[in-house]
T-cell receptor, first 115, second 114 residues
């Protein structure tokens, strides 16, 4: 149980275009989901907290107009990278709050490459 | 500020041996959770073990156990009978009960030597 599906696993896009990443909780309801960014050989950096039915809460330094988060249902949160630039290339990971283990269940991540 | 410190960027251990990964944290809270996550080359984050701060007994999951020293704010992970599949990045993490956020340490890369 407690599976989080994240798609796509890899995406390559051109500069200036937008990319949407989906995060779904498959067998549980997640009122709260989280989006992280991970640079090579570094830790996870929390970008924003996504709450179902309300606006996301962004961490300091994260551009909310660039990284649009939508959490329209209890099982789906999306992260849209708008007007992507090469510096947005990174590994993005979502996670969902799982009441069963007080921690979180993570998606498998999305490797975004902007060319 | 709440911080999690992993002082060992990399460690190596011989297969079948035991290794301990260190983690310290700084908090003024009394009710919180501590976690160790594993991130193998696939980059999937996997929960290894968790500890509730109010529990004095150290958590154990098969070959994985922790040494939780609340007063010292220390939370080390011991891996017994190390296996090649244990090779991964290990992150220590912390979460206060009344908040949703998890704070991660910078990680320790563990190499298993055959």
């Amino acid at each position: 149980g407690a599976v989080v599906s994240q798609h796509p696993s890899r995406v390559i896009c051109k500069s200036g275009t937008s990319v949407k990443i989906e995060c779904r909780s498959l067998d549980f309801q997640a009122t709260t989901m989280f989006w992280y960014r991970q640079f090579p050989k570094q830790s996870l950096m929390l970008m924003a907290t996504s709450n179902e039915g309300s606006k996301a809460t962004y961490e300091q330094g994260v551009e909310k107009d660039k990284f649009l988060i939508n959490h329209a249902s209890l099982t789906l949160s999306t992260l849209t990278v708008t007007s992507a630039h090469p510096e947005d290339s990174s590994f993005y990971i979502c996670s969902a709050s799982n009441v069963n283990n007080y921690g979180y269940t993570f998606g498998s991540g999305t490797r975004l490459t902007v060319v | 500020a709440q911080t999690v410190t992993q002082s060992q960027p990399e460690m190596s251990v011989q297969e079948a041996e035991t290794v301990t990964l260190s983690c310290t944290y700084d908090t003024s809270e009394s009710d919180y959770y501590l976690f160790w996550y594993k991130q193998p080359p696939s980059r999937q984050m996997i929960l290894v073990i968790r500890q509730e701060a109010y529990k004095q007994q150290n958590a154990t999951e098969n070959r994985f156990s922790v040494n939780f020293q609340k007063a010292a704010k220390s939370f080390s992970l011991k891996i017994s009978d190390s296996q090649l599949g244990d090779a991964a990045m290990y992150f220590c993490a912390y979460r206060i009960r009344r908040d949703d956020k998890i704070i991660f340490g910078k990680g320790t890369r563990l190499h298993i030597l055959p």
